[in-house]
């Protein structure tokens, strides 16, 4: 059983989130405000942590550092600020995920889910294969040509492979459209339109959560391409 | 305590005592003056009708009466006389006796008087009868000669005879009146008159001739020896050789006196005449000597006791005006710190002020003047002038002090130069001159000034050679003045246009500007201090409201958020009713959509208000169109819109931020998807432009609007202008502005044009550098 401690001085966003959690099987612990979410913590074996970060009285931020003192378990904040600024220094302190106010449920879910998993498969990947290449929760596995996110099994279309392929062996690198194109198509690119970028814009459909805010492949704007090194 | 005694201003009755006092020596210092000078004159009378007036020269006190220029002005008048009474015995005489019948050839005597009577025959007459004709009056033709002859028989013709009567009446005139001086000289000159004794010795045809008044005997004496006798018996002596013109003195008398004495003289002082002249010993005979030796005498300790007044006098005089001068002035103020004060009568114009006092001064130092020469012409009596003297001289000081210490005070306190009359016309008039320039018409301003100009120079160039060059400099002059003004006056320009190009913070030097310049720039200064008020409220207004913005905005995302959650809770209960899935799915379209409205919001007022921070990178404006039309892949094709690309295959390096380009990227291709007639066909055109030099990269999107598009391309940028449009459809109607703005701020330009239905956005960006391929 999965423990997961819900913090939000707004009663029904916690009480929302708790029915979407509980569908999926995980055990909901509440909280209203960061003092109470740091006393659960002592006292109940929580495994990850959905948090607002404006609340009265210990705000968010304060109470996230106080859990990074004795803790390293994920939190993910819930916030109503946008900002970049916000995100940065969020995930700066020590946050695992950020996700914006107001949210779409599915996607609160699925990024819990894929932070428990990080956080219990941590460790447990041992004796792998040369062909097999990993960043984060993605694994491609070369000779099976299987792709996993976070376990789950992804359907990808030959070219897609062969992107996603080049781009996990130079994880950090950025690759443009052309400089991809001559890769795989191995010919010259000229009127290649953009068709290497709708083929990203479908890989990313399929390995990330949200598409729009992607944690693998990642846009490069104005210069290309690139798989974020985990 | 001893030096801030000395600095002490004096009370006002001790100034006044001072000055009573300056003014007390004063009167005794002049009153002193005049005793001692109308003592300094004493006037001798002599018998022989002659009054001398001797002024004691100061230099001369210490000198012996001998040495003194009285007593030789004295011995000099009394030989004058002696020589002039030996001439007349000389005629008169023979043998030192009065010779009634000696006979005078009238001739000769006139021609002793009147030159050019030489050819005249001699006609003798006795002395008796022309001295008895010159004091009665004679007719010529009844008196015979000593011949017994009229006069006709000796003249040749009536011409002759009419010189012989003038020579007649001539010698018959000359010799009465030389008789009547011989008559009253006789005593003085051989009585016991006169000190001064005198010894001629005259050579005749018989041998020798010798006058005296002295009791030294005539005889056959040598010329060394009676000068050594006399130089014995005598106070002073002289003694001349007319012939060599030698002198040999004790006396200042000079040989050259000695000749002018006995010019003319030559017919009595024959060749070989020997003179001597003495003053006795100790004075005996009481004359002139005796009376001015004796004067001067009683007056000497006098004099000199007096001479201790002036200087007394003229000391205390001094150092009373010099102590009131030093403290004239002072006075403590109410922390008892010494300050400079002036009277009221101090704001008199200096320049009339002195002007009276010289008047009166003047007057007073010429009725001085006055008094003195009639003093000395012997019309007033001696014992008035030191009065007279005294009165002028306290007036004097009365009228000369009050101005001598409204000077003071003016020195002191600085207001010296302020209080003239010339600093006082000088201000009204610039003030005048001013008031005339700046108030007055343009018309005056310009054309007077100009005229003076023209005048100036047409005077100086009708002066001649000199006026061209003045003329020439005046003019040079004005050029150069002319140039400052023009130049300050470019300064003020520059200081416009740097404002003008948002520099409000700029300020015009004011310091060396003048006149008109000055007003401009003061005005430019001002405008320029209110425009950078304006930005500054402006910008923290902006600042506000962009804050009050963005914190509503989370205040509203939180019960947002639980309305979205809860219509898509509710959405997962099964619920068969068609109407009510209808419903929910409204309102979760709407939550959705004013999520997307109240995202807008933030941004586009951040955006706005300047308060986004841009990351400036070198970036691929090509690239980045390319990444962004993929992103919309799906939903263009989910409209049936065709994508017609034209995208040049080099890159497009610009500098902008990329995910803020990423943002206009996907507003302007996402307002294409929203509005845009399904079926139709977007365009996308990106191109390399010179423009002015400059290499500019430009992306063109064209596109044919589904609604009728009614409002000016400028107006649909602006934020919340589409009112109706925006309600209808599901854009929020701020994503051209925040892209306009976007791209302002990257230095980039946009622009929307509408062509009927036909919709373009242009945006153009600098080129980074050159085409790199």
Not at chain 1, 20 to 49: D, P, R
Not at chain 2, 166 to 176: D, I, R, S
Not at chain 2, 179 to 207: A, D, L, Q, W
Not at chain 2, 559 to 571: E, G, N, R
């Amino acid at each position: 059983m999965t423990n997961i401690l819900v913090c939000d001085d707004e009663k029904e966003i916690v009480d929302a989130i708790e029915i979407y959690l509980m569908q999926e099987g995980f055990q909901v612990f509440k909280a209203y405000h960061g003092q109470e979410a740091v006393e659960s913590i002592k006292k109940n074996e929580i495994h990850l942590v959905i948090m607002d970060i404006m609340m009265p009285g210990t705000d968010g931020i304060r109470t996230a550092m106080k859990i990074r003192e004795t803790s390293s378990i994920p939190i993910i904040f819930l916030s109503a600020k946008s900002q970049d600024a916000d995100k940065i220094l969020g995930l700066n302190i020590g946050a695992d995920d950020y996700i914006t106010k107001p949210f779409n449920p599915l996607e609160l879910v699925a990024r819990v889910k894929s932070q428990i998993r990080r956080y219990t498969m941590l460790g447990n990947i041992a004796g792998e294969k040369e062909k097999i290449y990993r960043a984060g929760g993605l694994l491609i596995n070369d000779d099976t040509k299987e792709v996993t996110v976070e376990g789950e099994p992804v359907k990808l279309t030959p070219i897609e492979y062969n992107i996603l392929c080049l781009l996990i062996k130079n994880q950090g690198r950025v690759f443009s459209i052309e400089q991809i194109y001559e890769q795989i198509w191995e010919e010259e690119a000229i009127g290649a339109d953009n068709t290497v970028a709708v083929h990203i814009r479908h890989i990313r459909e399929k390995i990330e959560i949200n598409p729009k805010e992607p944690r693998y492949l990642k846009v490069v704007w104005g210069v290309g391409y690139k798989l974020e090194k985990q | 305590m001893k030096k801030a005694e000395g600095k002490r201003p004096l009370k006002s009755g001790v100034r006044e005592l001072l000055i009573f006092i300056e003014r007390l020596f004063l009167v005794i210092l002049s009153v002193t003056l005049a005793l001692i000078f109308t003592n300094s004159f004493f006037q001798v009378s002599t018998p022989y009708g002659t009054t001398y007036h001797y002024g004691i020269s100061p230099l001369e006190r210490e000198k012996e009466f001998e040495e003194k220029e009285i007593f030789k002005s004295l011995l000099l008048g009394n030989m004058e006389q002696l020589v002039h009474y030996a001439a007349i015995s000389h005629r008169l005489e023979t043998a030192g006796e009065y010779d009634g019948k000696k006979e005078i050839d009238i001739t000769q005597y006139a021609a002793v008087t009147q030159e050019g009577k030489e050819k005249l025959p001699a006609v003798t007459y006795y002395l008796d009868d022309l001295i008895a004709w010159g004091n009665y009056g004679f007719e010529h033709h009844t008196y015979k000669t000593g011949e017994n002859k009229e006069l006709m028989d000796y003249a040749s013709s009536i011409e002759e005879y009419e010189v012989l009567k003038e020579c007649l009446m001539l010698a018959a005139e000359n010799l009465f009146e030389n008789y009547s001086k011989y008559i009253s000289f006789k005593e003085y000159c051989e009585g016991e008159k006169t000190n001064v004794k005198y010894y001629f010795k005259i050579p005749t045809e018989t041998g020798e001739l010798c006058y005296t008044n002295s009791k030294l005997e005539a005889g056959e004496k040598k010329t060394d020896d009676i000068t050594a006798l006399i130089g014995k018996e005598s106070q002073r002596f002289i003694f001349f050789d007319p012939d060599k013109v030698q002198i040999n003195t004790n006396t200042h008398i000079s040989a050259k006196q000695l000749k002018g004495l006995f010019k003319g003289q030559e017919e009595v002082f024959a060749q070989g005449s020997k003179i001597w002249f003495w003053v006795e010993k100790d004075y005996p005979i009481a004359d002139s000597f005796q009376t001015v030796k004796k004067q001067l005498e009683e007056l000497q300790p006098y004099l000199q006791a007096l001479e201790i007044v002036v200087f007394i006098s003229a000391l205390g005089g001094i150092l009373s005006l010099f102590i009131v001068t030093k403290k004239e002035g002072r006075a403590f103020n109410e922390e008892g710190n010494i300050i400079y004060i002036t009277k009221k009568s101090d704001s008199f114009p200096i320049e009339i002020w002195t002007l009276l006092v010289a008047l009166a001064e003047g007057i007073l130092l010429y009725l001085i003047f006055i008094l003195l020469l009639q003093f000395k012409k012997g019309n007033l009596e001696p014992a008035i002038i030191p009065v007279f003297i005294g009165i002028l001289a306290f007036t004097g000081n009365e009228l000369g002090i009050r101005w001598y210490f409204s000077l003071i005070r003016r020195k002191k306190a600085g207001s010296f130069w302020s209080t003239t009359l010339l600093y006082l016309g000088g201000k009204r008039g610039r003030e005048f001159i001013t008031e005339a320039y700046e108030n007055g018409s343009l018309l005056f301003r310009t054309w007077i000034p100009y005229l003076i100009f023209l005048m100036g120079n047409l005077i100086l160039v009708l002066l001649g050679l000199g006026g061209v060059l003045g003329a020439l400099l005046l003019d040079i002059l004005i050029g150069v003045f002319l140039y400052q003004r023009k130049h300050q006056l470019e300064e003020i320009v520059e200081g416009i246009e740097r404002i003008t190009e948002g520099d409000s913070g700029y300020r015009i030097d004011t310091a060396h500007l003048k006149g008109d310049n000055l007003r401009l720039a003061i005005a430019v200064n001002s405008i320029g201090k209110g425009i950078r008020q304006a930005v500054e409220t402006s910008m923290k207004d902006e600042k506000l409201k962009t804050d009050l913005i963005t914190n509503v905005s989370h205040d509203i995302k939180t019960p947002l958020t639980s309305i979205i959650t809860y219509v898509d809770l509710l959405k997962r209960e099964n619920i068969t009713n068609e109407k009510a899935l209808g419903y929910l799915e409204i309102l979760d379209n709407k939550s959705q959509r004013l999520k997307q409205l109240i995202d807008d919001l933030v941004e586009a007022s951040k955006i706005s208000s300047g308060n986004i921070t841009l990351k400036r990178e070198k970036i691929n404006f090509a690239e980045l169109v390319k990444q962004a039309l993929a992103e919309f892949d799906e939903k263009l094709s989910q409209k049936q819109l065709q994508l017609i690309c034209k995208i040049p295959q080099y890159a497009m390096m610009i500098e902008a931020d990329s995910s803020q380009l990423w943002r206009v990227m996907e507003n302007l291709i996402s307002n294409a998807c929203k509005y845009s007639l399904s079926g139709t066909r977007i365009y996308v055109e990106m191109e390399t432009r010179e423009e002015t030099g400059n290499q500019k990269y430009q992306f063109l999107m064209k596109n044919i609007s589904e609604s009728f598009l009614e409002p000016e391309s400028e107006e649909l940028t602006e934020r919340f202008m589409r009112g109706d449009l925006s309600r209808q459809t599901e854009g929020s109607g701020l994503g051209l502005s925040i892209a306009k703005n976007l791209v302002e701020a990257m230095e980039g330009s946009f622009k929307i044009e509408v062509d009927g239905d036909l919709f373009k956005a242009v945006v153009v960006f600098n080129a980074y550098e050159k085409i790199s391929r």
